[in-house]
């Protein structure tokens, strides 16, 4: 996956980005989607649990009380928000998910870098003016 920098002006463009990263993934995939309350990342992760054919976006929310959703077979959305501690993070098991030929889309998981994996795709969100500036870092583009 290449890294680049979009720019979307409306929730639906938002969406439409996530189909369209969503089949650049490969089918084992840690995605660590980073912005403020507000910046997307639900809406992102939408688009690309769509695009990869795992649900209706309005089937996805936030699992920000359960956690994490499992979408199809091989779709997983984590919202680490209401975990302060790493030790609380590592009972929930993930290390178990990161294991499966799955696409793991992660909010909030840069709060915990050391359990995140190593190989992994982030993309940060951020409100501007006219929008979200979505930028996507692939880790073989890490220096
Ligand atoms: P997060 O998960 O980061 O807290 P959400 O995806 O839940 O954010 O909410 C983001 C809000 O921004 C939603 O109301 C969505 O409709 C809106 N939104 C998404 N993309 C855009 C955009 N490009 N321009 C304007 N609003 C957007
Ligand atoms: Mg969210």
New binding site residues.
Partial sequence: MKSRIF?????E??IALGEKLAAELPAEAVVL?I????????????GIVKGLGAAHPDEVS?PTFTLIHEYGANVYHVDLYRLDRAEQVATIGLDEIFDRKAVVLI?WGERFPELMPVERVEIR?R?VE???EISVLANDDYG
């Fill in positions: 720019h979307t002006q409306s929730e463009e938002t989607l912005g403020n309350l507000g910046a997307g990342k639900t809406t992102l992760a939408k936030s909010e969100l409100v006219d929008g979200r």
